[in-house]
């Protein structure tokens, strides 16, 4: 899919619309009877109404991603975006939306400084992902830097860059919930994305930039700046 030209964005409204519809499943778990009528299907009670600021928090969390996979699939990525890849950024939408929803709506913890040090990591780590993108599209979008890699901006911190923040502001939303079953999504992301997305994208940027890319791979770290 890297570098393939896309002739519909057909894909890119079904996506947007099945994300609709889990923030609007979100918005009936957080402000609705979703947790009782859920929860009752599989014979549990839910006695708990929760903390409305957390559930405010988590439902606002929903509607920045929202706001940023829009932006991402009509104004940052240019590429194909096929079915495959559907599959996958709605399996991961469900989680983030609907799951982490499940797991944090009946939370009856105030808020405390926990929670303000996860929303501080949640928008730094939005703001690493899509900034980080919009930089590049930038830089892209001038004709000379055409066929250029792009070593610039966030991204001379780690060569995913993006990746990191994208850890970041899932693992700040699992910390909102104060349920510890929320930390298997982010674990389970950051497997996805050391043992499928980085090396799918390194072989891809290999072929395609060759001693470029070596060179910037000796003096860039893969992940997290400064460390990895």
Known sequence: MYGEKETTKALRIICTLVHVAFLGIAAWIYFGDGTEVIFGWFGSESPYSGNMARRIILFSFGVVLFLRISLTLFYILKRRFDWAELGGVLFALFLYQVVFALLGARETKPIGILDVVAIAIFLAGS??????????????????????????????????????????????WAMITRNIWAFLIPVYLVAMFMFFFIPSLTKHLKARYGDKYESWTKKTKVFIPFIY
Do not use: C
Request: aromatic fraction near 18%; proline fraction near 2%.
């Open 127 to 172: 703001y690493l992902n899509t900034g980080s993108e919009l930089q590049r599209k930038r830089f892209k979008d001038k004709p000379k830097n055409q066929g250029v890699l792009y070593t610039q901006g966030l991204f001379q911190y780690a060569r995913h860059i993006n990746y990191f923040g994208d850890t970041l502001w899932v693992s700040a």
